[in-house]
């Protein structure tokens, strides 16, 4: 079966510092990947998602980046964080035409 | 312009009572699939329920239905005898095309299941 991992579950950084949280799939081929982002009570926003290796699609201009460097692998980064970038953060895989499998999801505090 | 609306913020239902959940959704593609995702308070995204836009019958999983009124453009989640565990945000959400690779979210309800 399709497992999705996302880690850390929760992460305080200061301003300034560099960022890398990693997601990765098991049980599954050429997923399509997502990250989204989440405000306290708000929706989830679209961040970036790939339908392969090397190919990243941005949704929302910003200081984050993300790469898929293998098929099941998607990273977020930041080389400066920002107050505005503290929120929930969603990775997420989906197969052709099928719904959104999330992961447990990472919550980032940036001091 | 918005995608997803859900025009409620937060939603009290009795517990056993029914509750519905109102999404409105835009697009101009023929083919798009609708989702509701439940979020409690651990932060996890459960999938609840999928509407095809060309499914001629409204979805159900359970206690879940899904109200689908094509000409609205509406995808209301209604949710029957309810539990207490079913306080949480729910969120509706959109893919469009076929095989289409973006997911656009709504806002999201709050429902609060009173005892």
């Known amino acids: 079966s399709q497992t999705i991992h996302q880690w850390p579950a929760t992460l305080v950084q200061p301003v300034g510092s560099p960022l890398s949280l990693e997601c990765t799939v098991e049980?599954?081929?050429?997923?399509?990947l997502y990250w989204y982002r989440q405000a306290a009570g708000r929706g989830l926003q679209l961040l970036f998602y790939s339908v392969g290796i090397g190919q990243i699609s941005s949704e929302v201009p910003q200081n984050l980046s993300a790469s898929r460097p293998q098929d099941r692998q998607f990273i977020l980064s930041s080389k400066k964080l920002l107050l505005s970038d503290s929120g929930f953060y969603l990775c997420?895989?989906?197969?052709?035409?099928?719904?959104?499998?999330f992961g447990s999801g990472t919550q980032l505090s940036v001091l | 312009a918005q995608k997803i609306t859900q025009t409620q913020p937060g939603m009290f239902v009795q517990e056993k009572e029914a509750v519905t959940l109102d999404c409105t959704y835009d697009?101009?593609?023929?083919?798009?699939?609708l989702f509701w995702y439940k979020q409690p308070s651990s932060g996890e995204m459960i999938f609840l329920i999928y509407?095809?836009?060309?499914?001629?019958q409204n979805a159900t999983e359970g206690r879940y239905s899904l109200n689908f009124q094509k000409a609205r453009k509406s995808a209301n989640l209604v949710i029957s005898a309810s539990q207490l565990g079913d306080s949480a945000m729910y969120f509706c959400a959109m893919r469009e095309g076929h095989y289409g690779q973006n997911f656009v979210f709504g806002p999201g309800t709050r429902l609060s299941v009173l005892p």
């Open positions: 509407q095809g836009s060309y499914d001629q």
């Open positions: 049980g599954t081929s050429n997923p399509n």
């Open positions: 997420a895989w989906s197969g052709q035409g099928e719904k959104l499998f």
């Open positions: 697009t101009s593609d023929p083919s798009y699939g």
